[in-house]
């Protein structure tokens, strides 16, 4: 007899890695707004 | 004699014999209704916290020169604070307390009821009753509190006030993920499932630290779902971000257990695993997702109350 | 007295709530300098508060912590008790 080949769809789970950092918006804008004011040359920092 | 500043009436009565250098003053403040109109800071100025409604009473014995027998009766009716841009609500308290060699200490349970908190995140029907001992531990005993669909419970949340560092357990059961994402106003995140979580806390002079914290969905599990926030061009020639892209698409798990740590810097570390299936990548195989999720817990708090009028949100509550 | 020769100096340092503050002595000199120096960065404070529609005190807190960690060695800064600290 032939041996049959199955071909079965593997089954085994699929593993997907997550890594997520959660930026807070106004966090980011105000920060960026305080990094260019600090650049600034008035001297006040 | 009376002392009087703003509604603050402060009756008092001394009486002090010379001969042993002993004395007692006798002091009562008869109630002071507080308003947004009136509130505490039109008084006493420089505190770092407000008192906007309701009412306190207090009185007290002072005696000198050990203070042995000193007591102070604090009564909080319906009070509200603001602090920064948190506020709580409905506030009611009878306290006692006595000197004991030196140290201002509870006598017996004080029970304490806090009927809302918001500091980004609301916290209801806050019940615990208050400790506070000789070697300055701050115990807050027997807390319980609504959050998120669910309850937070412990049996003792302790806070050294001379910086020596405490243990406390906090347990949160049926933490709803919708109301979470709800309550965030996540944009393109939706999700589904109950969560209860066993959260071991360190208190100490730089904060409140987490190690081991415990992370596990109720059964059946729940759902996720993370759609729109990969642009085309992110997506183009990147497989694992498109695996990823739809595998968040429409997630549902069956488990999702892990463990969590928390630094005074406030950055909160979730490493979860989830198992669940995503039809949109396979519908006869299993999706396990290890996720590893960072997020800064007072920036979180900040920009939820920066985005609304907390103002408002105080007044609403003052109306119910 | 140039802000960056008082700090350097540790006449001045950055306070815990984003504005500077005389570390030990006073003088007419140095409060002249922590005056303007600390109106002009209220103002700024309060634009970037204006257009990210949050609460000038957010924006100085957070102004606060970037601050000191911009300080260069030896320089002072409150922790979060009010206590002078050199960096």
Known sequence: CTPTVAVKAPTEPITVNLNVKIEHEIRVKVDRDLDNLFEGKDGIF | ?320 | ISLNAAKSQGLVGESNSGYIAIVDTSSPELEKLVKQVNTKRKAAYAQIAKRNNIDIAQVAARAAEKLEARLSPGEYYQDNLGRWVQK
């Open chain 2, 1 to 320: 004699g009376n002392l009087v500043s703003g509604p603050l009436v402060i009756q008092h009565h001394l009486q002090h014999s010379l001969k042993q250098a002993k004395g007692r003053i006798l002091f009562s403040l008869p109630p002071v209704v507080f308003s947004p109109m009136q509130p505490l800071s039109q008084t006493v100025k420089g505190l770092p916290i407000d008192v906007v409604s309701g009412q306190v009473s207090a009185s007290g014995t002072l005696s000198w020169p050990q203070q042995q027998g000193s007591a102070l009766r604090l009564t909080l009716s319906d009070i509200a604070t603001v602090y920064a841009d948190s506020f709580a609500t409905g506030i009611d308290a009878k306290l006692l307390f006595e000197k004991d060699s030196g140290q201002w200490v509870t006598g017996e349970p004080q029970s304490l009821s806090i009927q809302s908190m918001d500091a980004g995140l609301p916290l209801e029907k806050i019940r615990f009753s208050l400790f506070l001992d000789r070697d300055m531990d701050l115990v807050l005993r027997d807390f319980a509190a609504e959050f998120l669909g669910g309850k937070v419970t412990s049996q003792a949340l302790t806070w050294n006030l001379s910086q020596v560092k405490r243990q406390s357990t906090l347990y949160a059961q049926d933490i709803s993920l919708e109301e979470l994402a709800r309550v965030t106003e996540s944009k393109h995140f939706e999700a589904k499932g109950r969560l209860n979580l066993t959260i071991p806390m360190i208190t100490g002079p730089d904060g409140i630290t987490v190690e081991k914290g415990h992370v596990r969905a109720l059964a059946p599990g729940g759902q996720l779902r993370y759609y729109g926030a990969f642009s085309p061009q992110m997506l183009a020639d990147n497989p694992q971000l498109n695996l990823i892209a739809n595998a968040l698409e429409d997630y549902l798990f069956h488990t999702l257990e892990g463990n969590m740590e928390y630094s005074p810097s406030g950055d909160l570390l979730l490493k979860l695993q989830l198992v669940g299936r995503s039809d949109s990548v396979d519908i006869d195989r299993d999706l396990i997702i290890n996720l590893n999720l960072e997020n800064n817990i007072p920036a979180m708090l900040h920009s939820l109350q920066a985005s609304r009028d907390v103002a408002e949100a105080l007044e609403k509550q003052l109306d119910q």
